[in-house]
């Protein structure tokens, strides 16, 4: 049996051809020759992460217990919501459009950063709304200029399908699309179907160029902390953004915004019974406290974990080590290869602090970690660090919290 496998491997392996972007040719993978993009000369580079050195919290567990209380309760928020440019005139300047999934909250982040990119060419953002989500006066209050409902099939197939055609005919210069599992689905149909180039996993954007010439530039995590600029060089540029990385903007006032429709086949190649697609995304994204628990910290002890994250009103992910084993949900996994969190405080219980798994909270206000090892990647990412085990430590803090919480809530 195996000499039989490695005589196909072998036969495989003599069929293989090694191609580059350039053997390709022409194309949404090509270099940016064929695009006036201003800088580099190639798809994407990479800068490295901001780091981070824990000062370590020194005395006995409780004394640590109460200056890690303190933090929690003290931590400033995370930088101001953005406030939103004014409404923009429909079909004014280049269009941008964002793809809001239906039943989600994690939404606005996105639009109100289309809303800021569109404000700074002269355009406008269309939100783009499928059915059971929300209507065009609150899409208009993260942002958008005009709502355009995806009426008719609603499986992303169908959904993907509208959208391309949606796309064809009033040609948004770039096209932002939620980094779910629904967002993924109908981002790479509608990407296949327009022949566009498609950032998966963005976690920031900005411009580069100028009208006519813009170029889409997307910061995406990539392995060893560093953060790579990648862009499509396509008419439509497209990304998946993910949820929670872009900051909530302060919302507009209610307002009447232009709406159209676009109708989506009903092709009934696919027929979705039933679906429950990334749970708790929304309630991470918009987490104020995240703790986040690593191989150090035994199965056998997470109902002290979620008492503590009961207590904390946070909420509960983990390394990639714990969601692999099969201890928690994947959904709940951080880093590069999984979701991005953003609270104003980031508690890692028995992590490691690997960048692959860091990267997914660079965006957390401050970071406490509690880990035996002082030589541990994570108190070179982050803000405050205990040495020793989280277990003790822990268990004192719930006996802090609540004098911690009401010292916050006096203003103290
Ligand atoms: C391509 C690629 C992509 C990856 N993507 C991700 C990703 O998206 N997310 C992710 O998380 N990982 C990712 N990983 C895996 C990552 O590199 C690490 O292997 C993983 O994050 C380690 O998990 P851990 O810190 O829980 O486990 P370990 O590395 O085993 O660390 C456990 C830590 O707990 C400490 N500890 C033990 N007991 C205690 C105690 N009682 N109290 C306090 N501290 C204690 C130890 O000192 C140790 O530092 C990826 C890896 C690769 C190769």
């Given at each position: 049996m195996q000499g039989r496998a490695g005589r196909a491997l072998a036969e495989l392996a003599g069929r293989v051809r090694r191609l580059t972007a350039t053997d390709l040719g022409p194309g949404p993978w090509a270099p940016p020759a064929a695009r006036p993009a201003s800088g580099g000369s190639s798809g994407s580079h990479a800068r490295t992460a901001d780091a981070r050195t824990a000062a370590l919290l020194d005395g006995d567990v409780r004394t640590q217990a109460r200056r890690v209380a303190e933090i929690l309760a003290g931590a400033p928020a995370n930088a101001a919501a953005p406030e939103l440019p004014p409404h923009a005139d429909r079909g004014r300047g280049p269009l941008l459009a964002v793809l809001v999934e239906p039943g989600r909250r994690a939404g606005p982040g996105a639009a109100g950063r289309a809303a800021a990119l569109a404000a700074e060419v002269g355009g406008s953002v269309a939100a783009l709304l499928g059915a059971g989500g929300p209507g065009a006066c609150a899409a208009g209050t993260w942002g958008a200029d005009e709502a355009v409902f995806v009426v008719g099939g609603h499986v992303e197939e169908d959904v993907a399908c509208a959208v391309a055609q949606w796309c064809a005919d009033r040609l948004p210069v770039a096209l932002l699309a939620p980094a779910t599992s629904w967002g993924r689905e109908v981002a790479a149909r509608c990407a296949a179907r327009l022949g566009a180039g498609l950032v998966g996993d963005a976690t920031d954007l900005a411009w580069r160029g100028a009208v006519p010439g813009l170029t889409l530039v997307c910061a995406k995590p990539v392995a060893g902390g560093a953060s790579a600029e990648v862009w499509a060089t396509s008419a439509v540029q497209m990304a998946t953004v993910r949820p929670g990385v872009l900051p909530l903007p302060q919302p507009r006032p209610a307002e009447r915004i232009p709406t159209g429709r676009v109708v989506a086949p009903v092709t009934q190649r696919l027929l979705r019974t039933d679906s429950e697609p990334d749970p708790g995304v929304d309630e991470m994204a918009a987490a104020d406290v995240v703790i986040g628990v690593g191989r150090?910290?035994?199965?056998?002890d997470y109902p002290l974990v979620r008492e503590l994250a009961a207590a904390l009103g946070a909420e509960l992910v983990a390394t990639r080590a714990v969601t692999d084993a099969g201890h928690l949900p994947h959904s709940r996994q951080v880093g590069i290869t999984a979701r991005s969190v953003a609270p104003r405080v980031y508690l890692a219980l028995g992590l490691a602090g690997k960048s692959t798994h860091m990267l997914g909270v660079r965006r957390a206000g401050t970071v406490v970690a509690v880990n035996v090892d002082p030589s541990a990647p994570v108190f070179g990412a982050a803000d405050v660090g205990v040495v020793g085990d989280w277990r003790p430590l822990a268990v004192a803090l719930l006996d802090e919290v609540p004098a911690a919480s009401g010292a916050h809530a006096a203003g103290l």
């Amino acid at each position: 049996m195996q000499g039989r496998a490695g005589r196909a491997l072998a036969e495989l392996a003599g069929r293989v051809r090694r191609l580059t972007a350039t053997d390709l040719g022409p194309g949404p993978w090509a270099p940016p020759a064929a695009r006036p993009a201003s800088g580099g000369s190639s798809g994407s580079h990479a800068r490295t992460a901001d780091a981070r050195t824990a000062a370590l919290l020194d005395g006995d567990v409780r004394t640590q217990a109460r200056r890690v209380a303190e933090i929690l309760a003290g931590a400033p928020a995370n930088a101001a919501a953005p406030e939103l440019p004014p409404h923009a005139d429909r079909g004014r300047g280049p269009l941008l459009a964002v793809l809001v999934e239906p039943g989600r909250r994690a939404g606005p982040g996105a639009a109100g950063r289309a809303a800021a990119l569109a404000a700074e060419v002269g355009g406008s953002v269309a939100a783009l709304l499928g059915a059971g989500g929300p209507g065009a006066c609150a899409a208009g209050t993260w942002g958008a200029d005009e709502a355009v409902f995806v009426v008719g099939g609603h499986v992303e197939e169908d959904v993907a399908c509208a959208v391309a055609q949606w796309c064809a005919d009033r040609l948004p210069v770039a096209l932002l699309a939620p980094a779910t599992s629904w967002g993924r689905e109908v981002a790479a149909r509608c990407a296949a179907r327009l022949g566009a180039g498609l950032v998966g996993d963005a976690t920031d954007l900005a411009w580069r160029g100028a009208v006519p010439g813009l170029t889409l530039v997307c910061a995406k995590p990539v392995a060893g902390g560093a953060s790579a600029e990648v862009w499509a060089t396509s008419a439509v540029q497209m990304a998946t953004v993910r949820p929670g990385v872009l900051p909530l903007p302060q919302p507009r006032p209610a307002e009447r915004i232009p709406t159209g429709r676009v109708v989506a086949p009903v092709t009934q190649r696919l027929l979705r019974t039933d679906s429950e697609p990334d749970p708790g995304v929304d309630e991470m994204a918009a987490a104020d406290v995240v703790i986040g628990v690593g191989r150090g910290v035994d199965p056998a002890d997470y109902p002290l974990v979620r008492e503590l994250a009961a207590a904390l009103g946070a909420e509960l992910v983990a390394t990639r080590a714990v969601t692999d084993a099969g201890h928690l949900p994947h959904s709940r996994q951080v880093g590069i290869t999984a979701r991005s969190v953003a609270p104003r405080v980031y508690l890692a219980l028995g992590l490691a602090g690997k960048s692959t798994h860091m990267l997914g909270v660079r965006r957390a206000g401050t970071v406490v970690a509690v880990n035996v090892d002082p030589s541990a990647p994570v108190f070179g990412a982050a803000d405050v660090g205990v040495v020793g085990d989280w277990r003790p430590l822990a268990v004192a803090l719930l006996d802090e919290v609540p004098a911690a919480s009401g010292a916050h809530a006096a203003g103290l």
